[in-house]
């Protein structure tokens, strides 16, 4: 009976309620998310070391990554996933610096690989989700050499702004949407660092010690 009243007192609140329709969702009103988003994200993201660079598409995309090679020693070594945005400007980047190579790198773990992987000066990879809240990369394993962005001491992400998430929780609510099933999804926020040793802040003991982030409005030319 007790339930029964309260359901019934529910109703009656109910009953007069008028609900307000959905805001209209116009392409004027994801661009003008997008680009808050892609604002947030570069402010939090630089606040903790990361290099954010805000292109207009490949082109743009591989000029900024010949420039980080660039600033590496002589013929460069560098390492990247096989997928299609990072495997073509990590291609075309490289191949407009003299003696510098590239070695695609997908989830295999043999000797060989590893030691190209521990041996490179630059690690490049896409992400999947940027977090505007805190400008952290979420990287999905999906069959990918994690190695990629942990072991050089450059790691380079290269992602269009589709992939901005307002925060952690939205990123992680569609990757379980899209029914992922990854062994490891790793957070990246900022270079790697740590203060475990006399509390005194060290950048790249674990991890890279430098953090580009090429956030592309586009992703095709």
């Known amino acids: 009976m007790a339930r029964e009243a309260v359901l019934d007192g529910v109703r009656s609140a109910l009953a007069g309620a008028v609900i307000p329709p959905l805001p209209r969702v116009t392409a004027a009103t994801v661009a003008t998310d997008r680009e808050l988003l892609g604002a947030r ?3 939090e993201a630089r606040a903790v070391g990361t290099v954010v660079h805000e292109v207009a598409g490949p082109s743009a995309a591989i000029e900024v990554v010949v420039g980080i090679l660039r600033a590496l020693p002589a013929a460069p070594r560098a390492v990247a ?27 295999t773990n043999d000797a060989e690989v590893s030691a190209d992987v521990a041996a490179a000066d630059v690690g490049l990879t896409t992400a999947d989700y940027l977090v505007a809240e ?57 270079p790697s660092r740590t203060a475990d040793i006399e509390k005194k802040l060290v950048v790249g003991v674990h991890g890279p010690c430098a953090l580009h982030v090429v956030l592309l409005e586009r992703g095709e030319a």
């Open 134 to 190: 805190s400008g952290t990369l979420v990287l999905r394993a999906d069959g990918r050499a994690r190695s990629v962005s942990l072991l050089p001491p450059v790691h380079v992400a290269i992602v269009t702004r589709d992939r901005l998430w307002a925060d952690l929780g939205a990123a992680l609510a569609d990757l379980r949407a899209a029914g992922a099933r990854d062994s490891c999804v790793t957070l990246v926020t900022g």
């Open 81 to 107: 996933w096989p997928t299609p945005l990072a495997r073509t400007i990590a291609t075309a980047a490289v191949a407009a610096i003299p003696h510098a190579t590239l070695r695609i790198v997908d989830g």
């Open 41 to 43: 994200f570069t402010r």
